[in-house]
């Protein structure tokens, strides 16, 4: 939507034997005067045509560069700077290649002019999928509402001013506006999102779960899912706000727990890997007489005796809960007490299931299983909505660390084992189904939650209470395989010769080929090796003039 434009001041010089070193890839000459302070032209970049924008000579800090051939010469002092702002990023500057970032933004949101509505810029932001409550953003958007109480009109900032509000996250905020995040024409990608969301609104089958009293009271009717890229865009569409239980969607992450605590090995000494091929209820155990995977109940219960073995279900329930808060970059995390009670009242298949596993010896040794139980019920009855579960999903997809907070909650070992395993195992007696026609991680539960994870992308909470006769949300489903159609997120799908599907990773035709964040220096002398793609485009000299103005374009450089 925004394409960055450069400005450049050129002054006369004062004597016939000054010369100016060329300034890099913006190379030209440099003419240096005492009174050239009155204006000064710009140039300006618009999706490869070029224009000619006239800027007054505030509008630009620029540095003289004239070394002295012969004689004596003494240049005008550049003006000290009003605050610390414009020395940091006189500091940082290279002086000559490029302006600072903070300026490169400031003219991309200003397209010419010389003050930016802050509507404006806020729009501009949300088109890339960052949002003003981003934590990341904290300080920029604090000290952008102290600054509006300064300014004549409460409504526009200079450049000053504008420097001033995003230097604190300007690295961020320009790998934003130069679409340098994962999805980058986001705006787009939400459309489609919507488009699916309406599609499986009309469907109207399936049963909201009545097993446990709590979750029949959610009406049919709610539709939700949310969206977080591993570099913290975001997208909601429908009842994102509604609070409700994880049920089996705590499973793939009380076992990231156990693995990040104890290792994948001591935690397989106890559970297998194997998908069951059985109800997720069943008092059955594999061949060596432990539970087939961690995603069906047996399997579950003994996960969570794993945890914080030696403590009270006080510390262990907070302990999780507070790994929970964290995978969700501290967005809502809840607990039901009703449905925790309801859960237990109505938890005789649990408890069948628990005496069976004490009595084969599947917990560790000392393990209190009614204990354990309702520690089980407890996780089961931790509360999110759609827009928390996304981010949770989004660690998974990131690796371990929270996209929206940059703080590593889990190892790379225990999200791999996990993603592995809802993959192979995540969706009931569904899971081969899934696995073949939308071939990503996933987790459903009785709730109508699907947690789809799509593996250094993103993460995607589904939410509607209807459910199929394998457990699993109707509109959920639908939307999952109408995604890997429409986008070729499936794990199998070829990235570069697959023609009948999207890429939303790919912008103008091209591989995005940048990945991992940038320094303030690293994004700086990326685009110097754009350099070649800069080109001149006319150039007006006259001996009545005393300036000369240079016009440039930019040819899309966008990956």
Not at 200 to 222: C, N, R, T, W
Request: proline residues 5%.
């Amino acid at each position: 939507m925004f394409h960055f434009r450069l400005a450049t001041v050129l002054k006369e010089l004062l004597k016939a034997n000054l010369k100016c070193p060329s300034a890099g890839w913006l190379a030209t000459r440099h003419r240096c005067s005492d009174a050239a302070s009155s204006s000064s032209a710009g140039f300006k970049l618009l999706n490869g045509s070029a224009s000619r924008v006239t800027y007054p000579a505030a509008y630009l800090h620029v540095r003289p560069y004239c070394v002295k051939a012969e004689g004596d010469l003494k240049l005008d002092e550049p003006k000290k700077k009003d605050d610390g702002v414009e020395a940091a990023a006189d500091k940082r500057r290279n002086a000559g290649i490029l302006p600072s970032l903070e300026d490169l933004l400031f003219y991309t949101v200003a397209e010419g002019q010389e003050t930016v509505p802050v509507h404006k810029f806020l729009t501009a932001l949300k088109s890339t999928g960052l949002r003003t409550g981003d934590p990341r953003l904290k300080e920029c958007m604090e000290t952008l509402k102290a600054t509006l109480k300064t300014t004549p009109d409460d409504v526009t900032l200079d450049r000053h001013q504008f420097k001033k509000c995003v230097q604190s996250n300007i690295v961020l905020l320009t790998q934003a506006f130069r679409k340098k995040f994962v999805i980058p024409d986001f705006q787009s990608f939400s459309s489609r999102i919507d488009e699916l969301y309406e599609s499986a609104k009309s469907l109207s089958e399936g049963q909201v779960a009545d097993y446990i009293p709590q979750l029949a009271k959610f009406s049919p009717d709610m539709w939700a899912v949310s969206l977080c890229t591993v570099d913290g865009q975001r997208h909601t569409v429908g009842d994102t706000k509604v609070p409700f239980c994880l049920q089996s969607c705590v499973k793939p992450l009380k076992y990231a727990v156990a693995v990040h605590d104890h290792g994948t090995e001591y935690v397989h000494s106890f559970i297998g890997k194997e998908p069951s091929g059985l109800r997720f209820n069943k008092l059955f155990l594999d061949e060596d007489d432990k539970p087939h995977n961690p995603m069906v109940n047996a399997g579950a219960i003994v996960c969570t005796s794993l945890i914080k073995q030696g403590e009270g279900n006080a510390e262990k329930f907070d302990y999780v809960m507070n790994f929970l808060k964290n995978m969700a970059g501290n967005e809502y995390v809840g607990f039901s007490n009703a449905t925790f009670q309801s859960e237990r009242e109505s938890g005789d298949r649990n408890f069948a299931i628990g005496y069976y596993l004490k009595e084969k010896k599947c917990f560790p040794e000392g393990t209190d299983m009614t204990s354990v139980l309702d520690l089980y019920f407890q996780l089961c009855s931790i509360e999110v909505n759609c827009e928390s579960a996304s981010v949770m999903a989004a660690t998974l997809a990131n690796g371990g660390i929270c996209p929206i907070s940059g703080e590593r909650v889990l190892s790379p070992e225990a999200v791999r084992d996990t993603l592995s395993l809802m993959h192979s195992c995540g969706m009931y007696d569904f899971s081969g189904q899934f696995a073949f026609h939308v071939g990503l991680p996933a987790k459903s539960g009785v709730s109508g939650g699907i947690l789809l994870v799509v593996p250094n992308v993103m993460g995607i909470m589904c939410w509607s209470p209807p459910l199929d006769k394998m457990g699993n949300s109707v509109r959920g489903i639908q939307f999952c395989t109408d995604l890997v159609e429409l986008f070729n997120f499936h794990n199998y799908d070829n990235l570069r010769h697959f023609a009948k599907k999207l890429d939303p990773r790919r912008e103008g035709g091209e591989q995005r080929q940048f990945r991992g964040p940038l320094d303030y220096e690293s994004l700086r002398q990326e685009l110097a090796l754009k350099a070649p793609l800069w080109k001149k485009v006319s150039a007006n000299e006259s001996h009545q003039d005393t300036s000369t103005t240079v016009v440039y374009r930019m040819d899309n450089v966008s990956e």
